[in-house]
DNA sequence: GCCGATACGACAACATGTTGTCAATTGGCG
DNA sequence: CGCCAATTGACAACATGTTGTCGTATCGGC
């Protein structure tokens, strides 16, 4: 199998295994109110040391602050998290959880690992090591082409 | 790092790879009047061999016939498709590529292969094709999960 | 040949992300 | 001090996927 089939069979079972992923990840999380997104943004707030508002939640996942902002507007109105004035902003409150919250996010964190265990279970950590720096090498060369593949499209 | 370390890791690329992986697609194919989604409906189409109602692009996909029926509608709008009648089924018309779309497949196709060639240049194949299937073992155990995950979820 | 299960297409509602736009706040610089 | 650029939150429009529901066409078994 030539190197281009090689890659193109890889990005094809990326996105499978993305869609997967993601089902997988709302199974987990649905009966307690919670979904993959919102999973991944209590996460953010719950895991960053310190209070977030909604754009800087935003950047530490790398999604745009307006898909952010619906998905924390959401788990406020359930109750995982409120809107703290911020000392230092005016307009720009902090999300703070709840103890609905961080209860809901360490459920889904045993679970996770549960889960993580029995999905790689005949698979050696070294070998699911290089498959990450494998994908981790490809996003980067992605990243670098991105930058300056609009100049050479045109040629 | 454990297994359930590495697994996670690696998860967590998967996503972020995937969204990398999407922005590219799109880029590659922007200027010719397409998307990634609508790239994958012309080339399940076109690579099937034979004519494909909505539904059965939509198996060949792993899409639901939902989501293809509104691309087909667009792709058709757009004159990359036409719905002919199928002399085995009254309702259900077959999707049949234009000139228009088999020209935009081929270019696609062709830039792709480009694409593929630069983000994977420094990868070897033989290590392509050991993330891949790594890939495809995690996609067969969670799916194997997912079949009998609900009742010991309770448990 | 009829009748019920199944497949299909259409429509609606929703989830999740994007981009674009706009006003308000903040902070730095002349 | 005052003004301007960057940041932020809000809203709208759109892209892409999902599930649910409905009516109808097709097919297989009696």
Known sequence: MSRVEAATALILEVFRLNGALLAAGDG???????????????????LAGRPLTVAG???????????????VTELAADGF????????????ALVVLTETGRRAFAAVQERQAAWAER?????????LGEATTLLRRLRAALERDEEHGAAEAES
Not at 28 to 46: F, I, K, N, P, Y
Not at 58 to 63: E, F, Y
Not at 119 to 127: K, L, N, R, V
């Open 28 to 46: 987990l999380t649905r009966d307690l109110g919670l979904t993959s997104a919102r999973w991944q943004v209590l996460g953010a707030v719950a």
């Open 81 to 92: 998290v409120v809107l703290a004035p911020n000392p230092d902003h005016r307009r720009a």
């Open 119 to 127: 999905i790689a279970e005949g698979c050696a950590p070294a070998a």
């Open 57 to 71: 939640a935003a950047r530490a996942m790398g999604l745009t602050r307006q898909a952010v902002r619906r998905l």
